[in-house]
């Protein structure tokens, strides 16, 4: 199929009502439904995956929204896994209490908490 063709399908296919969305919820539902898409393809360069963090990586990964769409996009940007991006934002808003009694020693969720602390990360 040409580039011409597929975007006239397309344009097509965005154009068709869908029950009940406004045209802002068929937009985000579009967005989901290819973060979906991108992520079961995972095609994406991950050759940093198990390497450490450095302080500023993490600084940005927990200075944005952990909407599926913004791990996917720190994913690709860092060369990591999607996995790795939604685990930092788990141990993030985990209690403290239940670190301590499941991983005390653990190096890397103690700098994750550290940065959090330091930028002023809340939980949702």
């Excluded at 009940?20 to 050759?47: F, T």
């Amino acid at each position: 199929m040409k580039k011409t063709e597929f975007k006239r399908q397309l344009k097509e296919l965005i154009s068709q009502e869908i029950e009940g969305l406004s045209w802002d919820e068929k937009l985000a539902y579009i967005r989901q439904i290819l973060v979906e898409v991108d992520k079961e393809y995972n095609q994406y360069n991950q050759s940093n995956k198990g390497k450490p963090w450095s302080d500023d990586e993490l600084r940005l990964v927990l200075s944005t929204t952990p909407t599926k769409e913004n791990i996917m996009m720190l994913a690709k940007a860092f060369c990591r896994g999607y996995g790795s991006i939604e685990q930092i934002f788990r141990w993030a808003a985990e209690d403290q209490k239940i670190i301590n009694e499941k991983r005390p020693d653990d190096k890397f969720i103690k700098q994750i908490k550290r940065i959090a602390k330091e930028i002023g990360w809340r939980a949702t």
